[in-house]
């Protein structure tokens, strides 16, 4: 998004370029990093269970490494569409794009996960060599993602300096899915698991918005390590970061606020279709409420130092920034969700029909 508004995709070359080096970059994230997250994943449930099946992680690693990889080849040609398509109609992609790609990639990854892992798993009976076939095949694709990455110039950086952020993110968000796992596994607090994705998801989107749009600002201005007119703000207040008069200031506030009426539309859907096996109650949505505007505002205030550190460290924020707060989003969002959860039935708000 900002390299389309500083203009370095409006030639047929330009962007021929960006599209070929950025898709090749991802396959390369998306299959070293569903393969960690398989690791991790056989990891955590081997420590507590104290049982290891080989043909079950084999199973885990290639439908994990064949969902990263499908989904990110999905979710990057339909990014590229809709920022070409912002751009051509005069919209800036930082409003659309980061919001589309949060949301779609939760929908596409988890349709795939589930589809992938159900056949992989039918054939583990009849043809056990299948899924160690499905792994080979796809990392063995990685060098030929690596020479493309390593040709372009806009990508050749990421792919040496662009892991850390990645797999720290995914270890962050990996720490929040044992807290919602201890936490469903309680039959009283089983409904949080409807919320979760909804507290996330939006705190997610808000917060790569805000991201997206400071570092588009940034860019307009000069390269990673120049000072916009003032110098980066390595530590800002909470003040200059929501009551200020300039314009990511007054996009933080309008992000802030649609953290109200964005979740009112999410219970009503929620309590209408009769999900989430909790009642609506009134202190039920005040204690939701509340978490999800502190998760926010933390995310926010987080995002407004997070990107100008980077700028000053003389690091691209398009490139580290919103793996972390994205990751954080979902680390704080289920934290503070299960908090309120715990309060609630502390306090006496037990529903009758929690964990039916």
Known sequence: SPQANIGQMDTPKELWKMITGNMALIQVQATVVGFL?????VVFGWIPDGHFS????????????????????????IMIGVIIGSRRMGINPDNVATPIAASLGDLITLALLSG?????????????????????????????WVIIAKRNSATREVLYSGWEPVIIAMAISSVGGLILDRTVSDPNFAGMAVFTPVINGVGGNLVAVQASRISTYLHMSGEPGDSPGAAPR???????????????????????LLVVPGHLVFLYAISSMQGGHTTLTLIFIIFYMTAALLQVLLLLYIADW???????????????????????????????????FHVLWLIGDRDSDVGD
Do not use: Q
């Not at 290639?62 to 990057?76: C, D, K, P």
């Not at 043809?127 to 095949?137: G, I």
């Open 116 to 144: 992938i892992s159900w056949g992989l798993y039918k054939e583990l009976e009849s043809r056990a060599y299948v899924n160690p076939l499905v792994c080979a095949f796809f990392i063995s694709l990685l060098p030929i």
């Open 37 to 41: 997250a398989s690791l991790a994943a």
């Open 306 to 340: 997070m990107v100008h550190w980077m700028w000053g460290r003389d690091l691209d924020p398009d490139n580290f920034s919103i793996p972390y707060l994205t990751a954080l989003g979902d680390l704080i969002g289920t934290g503070l969700l299960a908090l309120s």
């Open 234 to 256: 390595r530590c800002p207040s909470p003040c200059s970061t929501f009551c200020g008069s300039d314009v990511n200031s007054r996009s933080a506030r309008v992000l802030f």
């Open 54 to 77: 080989l043909e079950h992680a084999v199973l885990l690693c290639a439908s994990s490494v064949a969902t990263a990889f499908i989904a990110s080849l999905l979710l990057g040609m």
